[in-house]
Nanobody, 127 residues
Framework: QVQLVESGGGLVQPGGSLRLSCVGS????????MGWFRQPPGKEREFVSA????????YYAASVKGRFTISRDNAKATAYLQMNGLSPEDTAVYFC????????????????????WGQGTQVTVSS
């Protein structure tokens, strides 16, 4: 059973940056594609970014492209989401998710594609 634990959320001013981390355990991390999703207050959960198991390909929602960067360090069983240029519209609970074991070179953008989820970390962007 894969377990995912997010960290790095918090309160940040508009224009600021945060880096979220997602540590995986209980599985072979490098065999899993990873994704980040978020749920704004009062809204449905939405896709943010995804990365292949080797980290060679990634994909972003239009709302975050150019501001957020997804990455992973398989040796540390950790995925990251670097968030720059944050705005109040980025306020949400952020979740990491894992899909696998899966094939190489594929990322996933639907929450139904993922079989493991973290508990979430709150990101609040406010002055």
């Amino acid at each position: 059973q894969v377990q995912l634990v997010e960290s790095g959320g918090g309160l940040v001013q508009p224009g600021g940056s945060l880096r979220l981390s997602c540590v995986g355990s209980g599985g072979t991390f490098h065999e899993y594609a990873m994704g980040w999703f978020r749920q704004p207050p009062g809204k449905e959960r939405e896709f943010v970014s995804a990365i292949t198991r080797a980290g060679t390909r990634s994909y972003y929602a239009a709302s975050v492209k150019g501001r957020f960067t997804i990455s992973r360090d398989n040796a540390k069983a950790t995925a990251y989401l670097q968030m720059n240029g944050l705005s109040p519209e980025d306020t949400a609970v952020y979740f990491c998710a894992a899909r696998g074991p899966t094939v190489t070179g594929v990322y996933y953008t639907r929450d139904s594609d993922y079989n493991y989820w973290g508990q979430g970390t709150q990101v609040t962007v406010s002055s």
